[in-house]
Protein backbone atom coordinates (compact mmCIF):
# COMPACT_ATOMS: atom_id res chain seq x y z
CA UNK A 1 0.00 0.00 0.00
CA UNK A 2 1.33 3.61 -1.03
CA UNK A 3 1.76 6.57 1.32
CA UNK A 4 -1.21 9.11 1.74
CA UNK A 5 -0.62 11.68 -1.08
CA UNK A 6 -0.47 14.45 1.35
CA UNK A 7 2.25 12.34 3.03
CA UNK A 8 4.08 11.34 -0.19
CA UNK A 9 4.14 15.48 -0.95
CA UNK A 10 5.20 16.35 2.19
CA UNK A 11 7.81 14.34 1.98
CA UNK A 12 8.87 15.39 -1.75
CA UNK A 13 8.68 19.06 -0.11
CA UNK A 14 11.21 18.17 2.61
CA UNK A 15 13.70 16.61 0.16
CA UNK A 16 13.56 19.20 -2.20
CA UNK A 17 13.81 21.64 -0.01
CA UNK A 18 17.16 20.07 1.46
CA UNK A 19 18.08 19.82 -2.31
CA UNK A 20 17.71 23.56 -2.67
CA UNK A 21 19.66 24.60 0.29
CA UNK A 22 22.45 22.19 -1.38
CA UNK A 23 22.27 24.40 -4.58
CA UNK A 24 22.83 27.42 -2.70
CA UNK A 25 25.81 25.99 -2.00
CA UNK A 26 26.56 25.22 -5.76
CA UNK A 27 25.37 29.17 -6.71
CA UNK A 28 27.06 30.94 -4.39
CA UNK A 29 30.45 28.53 -4.27
CA UNK A 30 30.33 27.21 -8.02
CA UNK A 31 31.90 30.59 -9.58
CA UNK A 32 34.43 31.47 -6.86
CA UNK A 33 36.30 28.17 -7.49
CA UNK A 34 35.85 28.94 -11.15
CA UNK A 35 37.38 32.67 -10.73
CA UNK A 36 40.09 30.90 -8.05
CA UNK A 37 40.87 27.94 -11.49
CA UNK A 38 41.08 30.93 -14.29
CA UNK A 39 43.45 33.00 -11.99
CA UNK A 40 45.89 30.20 -10.96
CA UNK A 41 45.56 28.87 -14.97
CA UNK A 42 46.50 32.73 -15.59
CA UNK A 43 49.09 32.74 -13.05
CA UNK A 44 50.70 29.77 -14.32
CA UNK A 45 50.57 31.04 -18.06
CA UNK A 46 52.83 33.77 -17.03
CA UNK A 47 55.08 31.70 -14.91
CA UNK A 48 54.31 33.50 -11.53
CA UNK A 49 54.73 31.64 -8.42
CA UNK A 50 51.12 30.52 -7.45
CA UNK A 51 49.28 31.43 -4.67
CA UNK A 52 48.34 29.66 -1.28
CA UNK A 53 44.85 29.53 -0.19
CA UNK A 54 42.99 27.24 1.74
CA UNK A 55 40.59 24.48 0.19
CA UNK A 56 37.45 25.94 -0.89
CA UNK A 57 34.97 23.94 -2.92
CA UNK A 58 31.50 22.23 -2.32
CA UNK A 59 32.11 20.89 0.67
CA UNK A 60 34.87 22.95 2.66
CA UNK A 61 35.06 24.81 4.26
CA UNK A 62 31.27 24.69 6.80
CA UNK A 63 28.99 27.11 6.32
CA UNK A 64 29.67 30.56 7.60
CA UNK A 65 27.93 34.15 8.03
CA UNK A 66 28.78 36.35 4.39
CA UNK A 67 29.33 39.05 6.81
CA UNK A 68 31.53 38.06 9.45
CA UNK A 69 32.09 34.56 8.71
CA UNK A 70 31.07 33.08 12.18
CA UNK A 71 30.33 29.30 11.23
CA UNK A 72 26.70 28.72 11.07
CA UNK A 73 25.12 26.67 13.32
CA UNK A 74 23.82 23.32 12.21
CA UNK A 75 19.86 24.35 13.76
CA UNK A 76 20.51 27.52 11.83
CA UNK A 77 21.16 25.84 8.52
CA UNK A 78 17.75 23.76 8.20
CA UNK A 79 16.27 24.40 5.13
CA UNK A 80 14.13 27.45 5.67
CA UNK A 81 13.22 26.93 8.89
CA UNK A 82 17.10 28.05 9.98
CA UNK A 83 16.52 31.34 8.13
CA UNK A 84 12.81 32.03 9.54
CA UNK A 85 13.78 30.88 12.92
CA UNK A 86 16.41 33.77 13.28
CA UNK A 87 14.56 35.88 11.27
CA UNK A 88 16.77 36.30 8.39
CA UNK A 89 19.67 37.57 9.82
CA UNK A 90 22.95 36.33 11.57
CA UNK A 91 22.77 34.62 15.09
CA UNK A 92 26.24 36.21 15.59
CA UNK A 93 26.49 39.63 13.84
CA UNK A 94 23.10 40.19 13.24
CA UNK A 95 23.45 41.32 9.58
CA UNK A 96 21.05 40.46 7.15
CA UNK A 97 21.37 37.20 5.09
CA UNK A 98 20.24 37.52 1.96
CA UNK A 99 16.57 36.07 0.74
CA UNK A 100 18.22 34.12 -2.09
CA UNK A 101 18.62 31.31 0.72
CA UNK A 102 15.26 30.92 1.76
CA UNK A 103 13.85 31.76 -2.26
CA UNK A 104 16.09 28.61 -3.24
CA UNK A 105 14.91 26.27 -0.60
CA UNK A 106 11.48 26.82 -1.43
CA UNK A 107 11.82 26.93 -4.96
CA UNK A 108 13.65 23.55 -4.84
CA UNK A 109 10.66 22.19 -2.82
CA UNK A 110 7.88 23.88 -4.64
CA UNK A 111 9.80 22.33 -7.80
CA UNK A 112 9.89 18.84 -6.61
CA UNK A 113 6.08 19.11 -5.93
CA UNK A 114 5.05 20.26 -9.24
CA UNK A 115 6.57 17.58 -11.00
CA UNK A 116 5.76 14.98 -9.09
CA UNK A 117 2.11 16.08 -9.52
CA UNK A 118 2.78 16.41 -13.21
CA UNK A 119 4.31 13.38 -14.14
CA UNK A 120 3.88 11.01 -11.37
CA UNK A 121 6.24 8.94 -9.36
CA UNK A 122 8.12 7.59 -12.63
CA UNK A 123 11.89 7.83 -13.30
CA UNK A 124 11.05 10.21 -16.02
CA UNK A 125 10.40 12.73 -13.20
CA UNK A 126 13.70 12.17 -11.27
CA UNK A 127 15.31 13.41 -14.81
CA UNK A 128 13.09 16.33 -15.22
CA UNK A 129 13.07 17.56 -11.79
CA UNK A 130 17.33 17.07 -12.11
CA UNK A 131 17.18 19.22 -14.97
CA UNK A 132 14.43 21.79 -13.55
CA UNK A 133 17.08 21.92 -10.47
CA UNK A 134 19.97 22.73 -12.97
CA UNK A 135 18.08 25.72 -14.36
CA UNK A 136 17.19 27.41 -11.42
CA UNK A 137 21.24 27.19 -10.45
CA UNK A 138 21.78 28.53 -13.65
CA UNK A 139 19.49 31.33 -13.42
CA UNK A 140 20.47 32.47 -10.02
CA UNK A 141 24.36 32.44 -10.52
CA UNK A 142 23.45 34.00 -14.03
CA UNK A 143 21.76 37.35 -12.60
CA UNK A 144 24.46 37.33 -9.68
CA UNK A 145 27.45 36.93 -12.06
CA UNK A 146 26.49 37.20 -15.51
CA UNK A 147 28.19 33.26 -15.68
CA UNK A 148 26.68 30.53 -17.09
CA UNK A 149 29.49 27.47 -16.10
CA UNK A 150 30.21 24.78 -18.35
CA UNK A 151 30.09 22.85 -15.15
CA UNK A 152 26.33 23.20 -15.44
CA UNK A 153 25.09 23.36 -18.86
CA UNK A 154 26.98 20.73 -20.78
CA UNK A 155 25.85 18.00 -18.12
CA UNK A 156 21.90 19.78 -18.46
CA UNK A 157 22.64 19.04 -22.39
CA UNK A 158 23.98 15.28 -21.95
CA UNK A 159 21.37 14.30 -19.64
CA UNK A 160 18.43 15.97 -22.03
CA UNK A 161 19.80 13.72 -24.84
CA UNK A 162 20.71 10.19 -21.84
CA UNK A 163 16.78 10.89 -21.38
CA UNK A 164 15.76 11.24 -25.14
CA UNK A 165 17.39 7.84 -25.30
CA UNK A 166 15.75 5.73 -22.55
CA UNK A 167 12.33 7.24 -22.41
CA UNK A 168 11.75 8.58 -26.02
CA UNK A 169 13.95 7.14 -28.43
CA UNK A 170 11.84 8.24 -31.42
CA UNK A 171 12.53 11.91 -30.08
CA UNK A 172 16.68 11.72 -30.04
CA UNK A 173 16.92 12.93 -33.68
CA UNK A 174 14.77 16.10 -32.73
CA UNK A 175 16.70 16.51 -29.27
CA UNK A 176 20.15 16.29 -31.54
CA UNK A 177 19.36 18.59 -34.07
CA UNK A 178 17.84 21.07 -30.94
CA UNK A 179 21.06 20.87 -29.55
CA UNK A 180 22.84 22.10 -32.84
CA UNK A 181 19.98 24.73 -33.82
CA UNK A 182 19.58 25.63 -30.34
CA UNK A 183 23.51 26.99 -30.52
CA UNK A 184 23.44 28.03 -33.42
CA UNK A 185 20.62 30.55 -33.69
CA UNK A 186 21.58 32.34 -30.42
CA UNK A 187 25.86 32.17 -32.12
CA UNK A 188 24.76 34.04 -34.92
CA UNK A 189 22.18 36.22 -33.59
CA UNK A 190 25.13 37.57 -31.27
CA UNK A 191 27.57 37.79 -34.13
CA UNK A 192 25.14 39.84 -36.28
CA UNK A 193 24.47 42.07 -33.24
CA UNK A 194 28.40 42.24 -32.64
CA UNK A 195 28.94 43.37 -36.66
CA UNK A 196 25.72 45.90 -36.65
CA UNK A 197 26.66 47.72 -33.05
CA UNK A 198 30.03 46.86 -32.21
CA UNK A 199 28.87 45.25 -28.10
CA UNK A 200 28.59 42.14 -27.69
CA UNK A 201 25.00 41.26 -26.69
CA UNK A 202 25.00 37.66 -24.80
CA UNK A 203 27.66 35.40 -24.10
CA UNK A 204 28.34 31.94 -24.88
CA UNK A 205 26.77 30.06 -21.61
CA UNK A 206 23.21 31.41 -23.45
CA UNK A 207 24.10 29.42 -26.68
CA UNK A 208 25.38 26.28 -24.52
CA UNK A 209 22.07 26.97 -22.46
CA UNK A 210 19.60 26.99 -25.54
CA UNK A 211 20.93 24.05 -26.66
CA UNK A 212 20.76 22.05 -23.79
CA UNK A 213 17.35 22.52 -23.84
CA UNK A 214 17.22 22.09 -27.40
CA UNK A 215 17.98 18.69 -26.36
CA UNK A 216 15.18 18.27 -23.49
CA UNK A 217 12.65 19.63 -26.07
CA UNK A 218 13.15 19.22 -29.53
CA UNK A 219 13.79 21.25 -32.21
CA UNK A 220 10.54 22.37 -32.57
CA UNK A 221 10.35 24.10 -29.72
CA UNK A 222 13.24 26.69 -30.15
CA UNK A 223 11.14 29.18 -31.55
CA UNK A 224 8.76 29.27 -28.36
CA UNK A 225 11.61 29.06 -26.03
CA UNK A 226 12.68 32.63 -27.97
CA UNK A 227 9.84 34.08 -28.00
CA UNK A 228 8.74 33.28 -24.00
CA UNK A 229 12.71 34.25 -23.18
CA UNK A 230 12.93 37.26 -25.22
CA UNK A 231 9.42 38.26 -24.00
CA UNK A 232 10.11 38.06 -20.12
CA UNK A 233 13.30 39.82 -20.80
CA UNK A 234 11.95 42.74 -22.36
CA UNK A 235 8.79 43.08 -19.81
CA UNK A 236 11.13 43.13 -17.02
CA UNK A 237 13.84 44.90 -18.43
CA UNK A 238 11.41 47.42 -19.59
CA UNK A 239 9.96 47.65 -16.08
CA UNK A 240 12.96 47.58 -14.50
CA UNK A 241 14.60 50.52 -16.36
CA UNK A 242 11.07 52.69 -15.91
CA UNK A 243 11.00 52.36 -11.85
CA UNK A 244 15.38 52.85 -11.40
CA UNK A 245 16.65 55.36 -13.93
CA UNK A 246 19.92 54.00 -12.57
CA UNK A 247 19.45 50.41 -14.17
CA UNK A 248 19.16 52.45 -17.42
CA UNK A 249 22.03 51.49 -19.89
CA UNK A 250 22.80 48.17 -17.41
CA UNK A 251 22.97 44.94 -19.21
CA UNK A 252 20.54 42.15 -18.10
CA UNK A 253 21.34 38.68 -18.29
CA UNK A 254 19.82 36.52 -20.35
CA UNK A 255 20.20 32.90 -18.82
CA UNK A 256 17.11 33.44 -15.90
CA UNK A 257 14.93 33.78 -18.56
CA UNK A 258 15.90 31.20 -21.04
CA UNK A 259 15.85 29.04 -17.99
CA UNK A 260 12.21 30.05 -16.48
CA UNK A 261 11.01 29.56 -20.48
CA UNK A 262 12.69 26.09 -20.42
CA UNK A 263 10.68 25.66 -16.86
CA UNK A 264 7.96 26.53 -18.63
CA UNK A 265 8.13 24.22 -21.41
CA UNK A 266 9.66 21.27 -19.50
CA UNK A 267 5.98 21.44 -17.07
CA UNK A 268 3.67 22.37 -19.29
CA UNK A 269 5.06 22.79 -22.97
CA UNK A 270 2.29 20.21 -24.65
CA UNK A 271 -0.14 22.53 -23.32
CA UNK A 272 1.37 25.52 -24.66
CA UNK A 273 3.20 24.47 -27.41
CA UNK A 274 -0.84 24.15 -28.35
CA UNK A 275 -1.41 27.40 -27.65
CA UNK A 276 1.47 28.41 -29.89
CA UNK A 277 0.78 26.66 -32.92
CA UNK A 278 -3.13 28.03 -33.11
CA UNK A 279 -2.17 31.78 -32.19
CA UNK A 280 0.79 31.08 -34.80
CA UNK A 281 -2.20 29.59 -37.06
Known sequence: MGLP?????????????????????????????????????ALEALEMPAESAAPFNLAT????????????????????LGWLKRRGRCAQCDQPISMQYPLVELAGGLLAVAVLALFGMVP???????ACLVLLALSVIDFRTYLLPDALTLPLLWLGLVYQLLF?????????????????????????????????????????LLAALGAWLGWTFLPLLLVLSAGLGATVGLAAQASS?????????????????????????????????????
Open 124 to 130: QTLFIYS
Open 61 to 80: PASLCPHCEAPIAWHDNLPL
Open 168 to 208: QPYMLGDAVIGAMAGYLSLWSFYWLFKLVTGKEGMGYGDFK
Open 245 to 281: PALRGKPLPFGPFLALAGWTCLLAGDELFALYMRLGA
Open 5 to 41: PVILYAFVFVVGLCLGSFLNVVITRLPVMLMRRWRSE
